[in-house]
């Protein structure tokens, strides 16, 4: 059963251009969270979907963010017009129940640097 | 509101030693699940432990056990015997009915 896939692994961006982020959650999970870690700092909740629905965004940027996660393919986190400050490290994690009660299964996280 | 409070950036231990990693959250809902989650310097996050708000059984894995205060709202975590592989980040975590809120980690050296 394959884990939770993020791609790409690193991307590099320049100050205006738009970085697309994905993530493939694992087999049978409908839950898709996505977290930023800045360096040598804790994880910051950014946005919480099931399949096809925003549940909570409340930790997302109203601007220049948004995020999907349609009904087939890949949940995507977009950055519009990316400044220096988005350089972090992106999470994705999955898990298979509401309610937040199961492990989150998180990727290998998507490194993010804008030049 | 949830948070999540870890108040010590980095410990030390000595190998085959026991460390208590401290956590403390605040949370207006009844019903929670409580975390540890471990990131290496691969950056992998790995789940370390599980506790549930409702059980006042202390979970433990392994060499791994927390001590869950529930009214002082405190979930530390334990590690005996450390192993040198134990380096890293552990970072505590709430969930709620919508999300998991992180606690900024606390690092972790075993020295040898």
């Known amino acids: 059963n394959a884990g939770v896939m993020q791609n790409p692994r690193h991307l590099v961006r320049r100050r205006g251009q738009e970085a697309r982020l994905r993530c493939s959650p694992m087999k049978g999970h409908s839950h898709v969270y996505w977290y930023r870690q800045l360096p040598e700092e804790g994880l910051k909740f950014m946005v919480y979907l099931q399949k096809e629905n925003i549940i909570d965004e409340s930790g997302m940027p109203k601007e220049r963010f948004s995020a999907e996660f349609p009904k087939e393919g890949p949940s995507i986190l977009r950055i519009q017009q990316v400044v220096r400050g988005d350089s972090a490290a992106y999470f994705c994690?999955?898990?298979?129940?509401?309610?937040?009660?199961?492990?989150?299964?998180f990727g290998e996280g998507s490194r993010l640097t804008v030049l | 509101a949830q948070t999540v409070t870890q108040s010590q950036p980095e410990m030390s231990v000595q190998e085959a030693e026991t460390v208590t990693l401290s956590c403390t959250y605040d949370t207006s809902e009844s019903d929670y699940y409580l975390f540890w989650y471990k990131q290496p310097p691969s950056r992998q996050m790995i789940l370390v432990i599980r506790q549930e708000a409702y059980k006042q059984q202390n979970a433990t894995e392994n060499r791994f056990s927390v001590n869950f205060q529930k009214a002082a709202k405190s979930f530390s975590l334990k590690i005996s015997d450390s192993q040198l592989g134990d380096a890293a980040m552990y970072f505590c975590?709430?969930?709620?009915?919508?999300?998991?809120?992180f606690g900024t980690g606390t690092r972790l050296k075993v020295l040898a």
């Open positions: 994690a999955s898990s298979d129940r509401g309610r937040n009660t199961g492990e989150l299964f």
């Open positions: 975590a709430i969930s709620g009915t919508y999300k998991y809120i």
